[in-house]
């Protein structure tokens, strides 16, 4: 049984579609890059998946439970946690207050206790490798960390299903390096299942085990990433000329 499965969704706003019919599974542990060009409806997908916004038509799966008409809060206690481009962290709190408010209304119905938050919270955040500024207020650090802050408030959760939105936008080399390295312990380490929108085609080289790619908000291609992005359509679509110039 699929984790999720996606079934001819459409999303339109104001009646132009930005999710044209998009249909696709992802089966439990897998690392699934998404990729296209601006525009394309890769937002538009993470937030129809988590609740963020309603799909026109079509329907989300979760295992066997049907959850695209669900609230934002109850996909989240269902497994599913959101990262995007720019870090949602909460200036008055500390850097481990903020990941504690993943631990104690995350992935649960029931609030966790504040010992037991507590200690998650710093185990998630010794793993982005942050335990050292746990005390430090929020604005003390940088964008880059701040995004491993909200990496952290999400896995606190303990999610089944992490979505990532262009969490590598920035970054340099080290960092982007660091930042797959991250992604992939945390599903190997909490079994967590990734579906990540990215830009930096070499990351997603590297990272993903399938890649699919949105045009238009239409499933362009879906598969292993080498055989993907030999595709023809994928590479017109997505590279462009710069592809063809260095074919
Ligand atoms: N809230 C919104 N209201 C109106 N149009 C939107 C909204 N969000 C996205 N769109 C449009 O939907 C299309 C897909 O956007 P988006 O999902 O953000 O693309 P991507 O993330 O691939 O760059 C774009 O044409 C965008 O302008
Ligand atoms: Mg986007």
Redesign the pocket.
């Known amino acids: 049984m699929a984790l999720l499965e996606l079934d001819d969704l459409h999303k339109h706003?104001?009646g132009?579609p930005?999710l044209d019919g998009v249909t696709f599974r992802v089966d439990d542990g897998e690392i699934l890059a998404i990729v296209?060009p601006?525009?394309?409806?890769?937002?538009?997908?993470l937030k129809s998946i988590s609740g963020l916004l309603q799909p026109t038509s079509g329907s989300i799966t979760w295992e066997d439970t049907d959850i695209t008409r669900l609230s934002t809060h109850r996909i989240r206690q269902m497994g599913v946690a959101m990262v995007l481009q720019t870090p949602r962290v909460f200036h008055s709190l500390t850097v481990h207050e903020n990941v504690m408010v993943g631990a104690m209304f995350g992935n649960r119905t029931e609030r966790k206790p504040e010992a037991e938050a507590f200690a998650e919270a710093s185990t998630m955040l010794e793993f982005v490798g942050l335990i050292g500024k746990a005390g430090c207020a929020i604005d003390e650090l940088n964008l880059h960390e701040q995004r491993y802050v909200d990496l952290a408030r999400a896995l606190a959760g303990r999610p089944r299903l992490l979505l990532l939105d262009e969490v590598m936008a920035g970054l340099n080399d080290t960092e982007t390096h660091s930042s797959i390295d991250m992604i992939r312990t945390a599903r190997d380490r909490f079994g967590v299942t990734v579906i990540w929108?990215e830009h930096v085609m070499k990351a997603v080289m590297s990272l993903a085990e399938r890649i699919a790619v949105?045009d238009f908000g239409r499933l362009l291609a879906d598969g292993e990433p080498e055989v993907v992005m030999r595709d023809a359509a994928v590479i017109e679509a997505y590279l462009g000329k710069e592809a063809h110039k260095n074919a």
């Open positions: 706003f104001g132009l930005a296209g601006n525009g394309a409806g890769k937002s538009t997908l929108v949105l």
